[in-house]
């Protein structure tokens, strides 16, 4: 079942009709109506939006990188993709926030390799559940280095936050940037500095926003 293609999720776990009462009992509590021509089916649009934006822990991302290529190199160099978009929900507050992340890899020598946009399905999918940044990150390097021969593996990832942009301390314009690196990215600082450049030099081409 891919979490992305706007459709609840046919699982156990998910009892729509329940939540929507659920649903319907707090917005009460809230004393924000729903009886009205415009609104009378809030409640149920609500909790479908939660299902769909939570799809990702119903599925098991690292699927994706089961299927390999054989490298077209003998001397491997990094592999990164660069500021894949996605929405999560912060687990604090189940309000959304966004961001772009790039992961790049290092393949060992000889090593077998996965298409690009793999990589921006494991973001993806990470994304799509109740979740903090710090570990979004941790989840993708962890998930490649088991998956795929590396030595080295990063994933730098930009967030704004709703639960701080738009409430609390009304940081309108402000950003969490995270990185989290292994192997090569860690150790290397000269690895770590061409990883670094390289998502720099995207951003000012105009691959970032």
């Given at each position: ?188 600082p000269a690895v770590r500095a061409e990883f670094i450049a390289a998502v720099g030099s995207a951003n000012s081409l105009g691959g970032g926003?």
């Amino acid at each position: 079942m891919p979490p992305f293609d706007g459709v609840v999720p046919d699982s156990p776990e998910v009892d729509i009709d329940l939540a929507a009462k659920h649903a319907e009992a707090m917005l009460t509590a809230l004393g924000l109506p729903y009886d009205s021509e415009h609104n009378d089916r809030t409640p149920r649009r609500f909790v479908r939006a939660l299902a769909e934006m939570t799809a990702g822990r119903l599925v098991d991302p690292g699927r994706h990188l089961e299927v390999t290529f054989p490298s077209v190199s003998d001397n491997p160099t990094m592999i990164l993709v660069v500021n894949v978009r996605f929405v999560s929900l912060c687990e604090h507050h189940l309000l959304p926030w966004v961001g772009r992340a790039s992961v790049a890899y290092l393949p060992a020598t000889g090593a077998r390799i996965v298409g690009l946009s793999k990589l921006a399905r494991l973001v993806k999918e990470f994304a799509a559940r109740p979740q903090v940044q710090e570990r979004l990150g941790e989840q993708v390097v962890t998930t490649i280095e088991r998956m795929l021969d590396t030595t080295g593996v990063a994933c730098l990832i930009r967030g704004a936050h709703s639960c701080m942009n738009l409430r609390g301390v009304e940081a309108e314009d402000a950003s969490m940037v995270s990185s989290h690196l292994l192997g090569r990215f860690r150790d290397d600082p000269a690895v770590r500095a061409e990883f670094i450049a390289a998502v720099g030099s995207a951003n000012s081409l105009g691959g970032g926003g």
